[in-house]
T-cell receptor
Framework: DTAVSQTPKYLVTQMGNDKSIKCEQNLGHDTMYWYKQDSKKFLKIMFS???????INETVPNRFSPKSPDKAHLNLHINSLELGDSAVYFC?????????????FGPGTRLTVL | GDSVTQMEGPVTLSEEAFLTINCTYTATGYPSLFWYVQYPGEGLQLLLKATKADDKGSNKGFEATYRKETTSFHLEKGSVQVSDSAVYFCALREPQAGTALIFGKGTTLSVSS
């Protein structure tokens, strides 16, 4: 009955590789997000989708490409991985775009680039 | 731009001590305010929220009041437990549609028995 799930939980890969992280939510929400948490635990928004439409696209290298096949899924593909991409990536979802609605977070994917 | 400032950690307390974690914000609009908690190795969980001035959010013995005049949303708990050891994040979200959470840098709380 997991609300927001991510796979994989851990991802270790070499520089230059391409990898994907998947996210699914079963809450019936229509807005999904990707956040990056760096080694100092600082969290920053990367992307947001509402009803499969991209609505937030922060200053992120274009090696990062989100894809939302439907409202319940938001995947993150990363090309040509770099050492600085090592971080924990969190997916989140919320109902509608209203600011008062809380966002529910997945367990995170710890990406380590060697 | 919008920002959230939290007190630097780590905060180290003994069990049953009183906890305050300060949070102030800068926003162009009239945001909703949140506290999230992250236990070791886990994702973020919503702890409490407030959506308008003077609202008090509360959960699991934690409280925070939305103070528009001081642009603050300080987190308090009267008696902490070892199980409260975690990282606490203050966050805001502007009222415009499609905005994301803006987080503070997090405050690590360590409670010893």
């Amino acid at each position: 009955d997991t609300a927001v799930s991510q796979t994989p939980k851990y991802l270790v890969t070499q520089m230059g590789n391409d990898k994907s992280i998947k996210c699914e939510q079963n809450l019936g929400h229509d807005t999904m997000y990707w956040y990056k948490q760096d080694s100092k635990k600082f969290l920053k928004i990367m992307f947001s989708y509402n009803n499969k439409e991209l609505i937030i696209n922060e200053t992120v290298p274009n090696r990062f490409s989100p894809k939302s096949p439907d409202k319940a899924h938001l995947n993150l593909h990363i090309n040509s991985l770099e050492l600085g991409d090592s971080a924990v990536y969190f997916c989140a979802s919320s109902q509608a775009l209203t600011s008062g609605r809380a966002q529910f977070f997945g367990p995170g994917t710890r990406l380590t680039v060697l | 731009g919008d920002s959230v400032t939290q007190m630097e950690g780590p905060v180290t307390l003994s069990e049953e001590a009183f906890l305050t974690i300060n949070c102030t914000y800068t926003a162009t609009g009239y945001p909703s305010l949140f506290w999230y908690v992250q236990y070791p190795g886990e994702g973020l969980q919503l702890l409490l929220k407030a959506t308008k001035a003077d609202d008090k959010g509360s959960n699991k013995g934690f409280e925070a009041t939305y103070r528009k005049e001081t642009t603050s949303f300080h987190l308090e708990k009267g008696s902490v437990q070892v199980s409260d050891s975690a990282v606490y994040f203050c966050a805001l979200r502007e009222p415009q549609a499609g905005t994301a959470l803006i987080f503070g840098k997090g405050t690590t709380l360590s409670v010893s028995s």
